[in-house]
Nanobody, 124 residues
């Protein structure tokens, strides 16, 4: 499965962006899909993840209540709606897939398929 992330851009603090992650070349059935981000000089950081089949969703504490992960089954696409953006949300955002157990979804090293990343810049 190939992943294509898009939707990044530059916004002022308090603004919103919606990221998309389109999957092609296969089914997402049975996968966990996640969003991660990486700021310059920092380690890749977990943002959110869910099971493509539905059910439990998890968010990092830093984005809880501001970001929402969702999917369009017909379009094989995952979204990350980001509201009330803060300068500290500035990073390259990546989507990824894995089949690991739910307890490990925040560990980026356990994901084996990554999209190319999309830049999000939030100015104060």
């Amino acid at each position: 499965v190939q992943l294509q992330a898009s939707g990044g851009g530059s916004v002022q603090a308090g603004g919103s962006l919606r990221l998309s992650c389109a999957a092609s070349g296969g089914t997402l059935s049975g996968y966990i899909l996640g969003w991660f981000r990486q700021a310059p000089g920092k380690e890749r950081e977990f943002v959110s993840a869910f099971r493509w089949s539905g059910g439990t969703t998890r968010y990092a504490d830093s984005v809880k209540g501001r970001f929402t992960i969702s999917r369009d089954l017909a379009k094989n696409t995952m979204f990350l709606q980001m509201n009330s953006l803060k300068p500290e949300d500035t990073a390259v955002y990546y989507c990824a897939t894995t089949r690991i157990v739910w307890s490990e979804i925040a560990n980026h090293k356990r994901y084996n398929n990554w999209g190319q990343g999309t830049q999000v810049t939030v100015s104060s």
